[in-house]
């Protein structure tokens, strides 16, 4: 079971989660991180540590946001690996509070 990146992350793209991941399996995009489900090893250090709760076991992820499993799947295969924590966007903060952001994926 991979751990899942969902709707949240996406213009906020915080990356506090990637400094305490020991396998490196996130992959950075334009607006939005995902984990590469073949590379995560399910140890849940992640999920405290995204301050927007965009990261969810893959069982547990709330049904509205089923479609970002096959996502992160998919975007894990071509976006590039990110392995160092870096600021996130200027307007991360203000759009952390803003819900209903899927049509806003850069792929």
Excluded at 40 to 62: G, K, N, Q, R, S
Excluded at 77 to 100: C, L, Q, S, T
Aim: hydrophobic share 40%; proline share 9%.
């Amino acid at each position: 079971m991979a751990y899942i990146v969902t709707e949240s992350c996406i213009k906020c793209k915080y990356t506090d989660c990637v400094d305490v991941c020991p396998v490196d399996c996130f992959r950075e995009g334009p607006n939005m991180l995902v984990i590469d489900p073949d590379e995560c090893i399910d140890c849940t250090l992640c999920v405290a540590e995204c301050p927007v709760e965009a990261i969810f076991a893959e069982d547990d992820v709330p049904t509205a946001q089923h479609t970002f499993i096959p996502i992160n799947a998919e975007l894990a295969k071509v976006w590039k690996p990110i392995v160092a924590r870096k600021p996130g966007p200027p307007d991360a903060d203000e759009w952390a509070k803003i819900k209903d952001k899927a049509h806003l994926l850069e792929k």
